[in-house]
């Protein structure tokens, strides 16, 4: 089986790259064994000043495989579940690094991709790359910590806003909202975020650590309480019948043969 993270390392930097560009980097459960793996590593390593989470291909990631959602829901047994588990896990170990997590985007950062970049502490982003909700369209909620860390940034209503009501965001509008922190053209994203990796851990290490640590206290209580009960409501969503007609349209749309790729 090819891999779909790698991890490397210049310097002081660990670079996690997402790799499985012919799915659009989707997010499936041996993806999200991968990434946990990763991040252990990285965790356990006390050469690392800084991470920087990136994606080969065009698109960052298209979020969950929805073929296998699907026909784990019609199914009814407990791969939807087993995934939703596996995601947040990562997300709870990304979080609690005492290192910086830089999200790279280019493309579509799209549902749990979304939610990926909004869990790492700073995003460079494409100018070319757009940030895609897509939950409410599949009659679902969120998952990956979405709902929670778009709340946190933007507070309630303009969460909900984005939620229920956007379906994407531009890099500039993200930006304006202060979910991105620098835009570069595309030629130009991976030393834009080098180059803030860099200034990063020109700061010593304890004050990088203290200050991620008390930001955290703020930012960041409830997170797995919350992530429990993110899962239990998109598994609420996902029994219904108006997820599983929504989910095959978007399928049958997908596989058209008049259909394109983002």
Request: glycine content about 6%; aromatic content about 4%.
């Amino acid at each position: 089986m090819e891999s779909k993270i790698t991890l490397t390392s210049s310097d002081d930097i660990a670079f996690v790259t997402m790799v499985n560009e012919a799915r659009a980097n989707s997010i499936d459960t041996a993806f999200c064994d991968e990434l946990l793996g990763a991040l252990r590593e990285i965790e356990g390593s006390s050469k690392y000043r800084a991470v920087i989470l990136q994606a080969k291909g065009r698109i960052f990631s298209a979020g969950g495989e929805l073929r296998q959602i699907f026909d784990g829901v019609q199914r009814s047994d407990s791969y939807l579940e087993s995934l939703i588990t596996a995601l947040h896990a990562t997300i709870v170990t990304m979080r609690r690094l005492p290192i910086p997590v830089i999200a790279s985007v280019q493309g579509a950062a799209a549902g749990a991709g979304f939610s990926l970049a909004m869990a790492c502490d700073l995003v460079v982003a494409s100018s070319t790359a757009r940030f895609v909700v897509g939950y409410a369209k599949l009659g679902t909620s969120s998952d990956g910590g979405l709902s929670f860390h778009l709340a946190r940034r933007l507070g309630a209503a303009r969460a909900l806003e984005i939620l229920l009501t956007r379906d994407s965001l531009t890099a500039d509008e993200a930006m304006q909202l202060g979910l991105v922190q620098s835009i570069a053209e595309p030629a130009s994203l991976q030393d834009a975020t080098l180059a803030l990796a860099r200034k990063v851990i020109d700061v010593p290490v304890a004050a990088v650590r203290e200050m991620k640590s008390l930001v955290g206290m703020v930012a960041e209580d409830g997170l797995e309480r919350h992530l429990e009960q993110e899962k239990h409501a998109f598994l609420r969503c996902a029994s219904t019948k108006e997820f599983s007609e929504r989910v095959a349209q978007f399928i049958a749309n997908a596989e058209s043969p008049r259909s394109t790729s983002t």
